[in-house]
């Protein structure tokens, strides 16, 4: 990696255009995502789970980085998230928070709470996100509607942010049958507004909508005006979106879901690739009609 660049532009993995150096942009706060929310400009999102990608998402403009527990996934080659620990997370959140601290970076970074890391009772969930805070989050991210409600406002009562995550909960796939679409029936759809609904009053300043008709998506992300909604095969109507990192690099094992866009096709780079994505999703062409889930 060359550190031999002009200095508004050196960086530890060489040289950026001079729009794309972090120090130069204002860092990511609650308050900022609040008011590109009521604005209407569309929020970014990506996962990072090492110091290198974080850092160069983070000088792309992605403005939020979810330390996801996909690392299952993805880096452990698990075969779903049901495995991951809150030991993994802690690693992961550190060395994406080294990596945005290391080009003065300014993402807002957010962190999964595990499978079994939250479920038993408030005071657990508290203590795991202690945790991945002091490892360096902004934010901790939650999967799940009804009972979760009160662990979000236990969680936002004692000044840590909450991340919800509703539609299709990768943790639960057991329960679910699958990784299937999620609130496709009027019922399903009525008790994930409701839940939706709930996490707003408990405080959650975010909602991933993951694999929700589109519609539904839409109309939930009108009607909370307190909590931003991010959609990951949910349609274009959310507040932002949220891509799994090496599924928009291209940088895949097996089948990706059909609502992903490879952003390596016609980018020179991984650098060039990740600035696509930050302007498709601000200018509303990603994702487009074709890409959804169901
Ligand atoms: O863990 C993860 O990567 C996620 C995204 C798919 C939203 O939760």
Same mark, same amino acid.
């Given at each position: 990696m060359s550190t031999a660049a002009s200095p508004e532009s050196a960086t530890p993995y060489g040289t950026l255009p001079p729009a794309a150096v972090p120090a130069l942009r204002k860092p990511v706060s609650l308050p900022r995502l609040a008011d590109m929310h009521a604005r209407g400009e569309k929020i970014t999102m990506l996962t990072a789970y090492d110091a290198t990608f974080a850092a160069m998402a983070d000088a792309a403009g992605v403005e939020c980085l979810l330390v996801g527990d996909s690392v299952g996934m @993805?880096?452990? #080659?698990?075969?779903? /998230? @049901? #495995?991951?620990t809150l030991d993994t997370m802690r690693y992961h959140t550190e060395s994406v928070s080294r990596g945005v601290r290391r080009v003065q970076g300014t993402a807002w970074v957010i962190a999964d709470l595990p499978f079994g890391s939250y479920q038993q009772s408030r005071e657990q969930a508290l203590a795991s996100a202690t945790v991945l805070m002091q490892a360096g989050a902004h934010m901790v991210k939650l999967e799940g509607g009804g009972w979760t409600a009160d662990t979000v406002r236990f969680l936002v009562e004692r000044g840590i942010p909450v991340c919800a995550h509703l539609g299709l909960t990768p943790q639960t796939v057991h329960a679910l049958g699958g990784y299937r679409v999620q609130g496709r029936d009027e019922a399903a759809a009525a008790l994930l507004r409701q839940h939706a609904l709930e996490l707003q009053d408990a405080g959650a300043s975010m909602l991933v909508l993951e694999m929700v008709p589109a519609a539904l998506a839409a109309a939930l992300t009108q009607e909370l005006a307190r909590c931003a909604t991010i959609g990951i095969g949910a349609?274009? #109507? /959310?507040?932002g979106q949220v891509l799994v990192l090496h599924d928009m690099l291209g940088i895949h094992l097996g089948k990706v879901p059909r609502f992903v866009r490879n952003f390596m096709a016609g980018s020179a780079g991984i650098a060039q690739a990740l600035e696509a994505y930050v302007r498709a999703v601000k200018d509303g062409s990603f994702p487009d009609d074709s890409l959804h889930a169901w």
């Open positions: @993805v880096c452990q #080659g698990l075969p779903s /998230t @049901v #495995g991951v349609g274009r #109507g /959310t507040a």
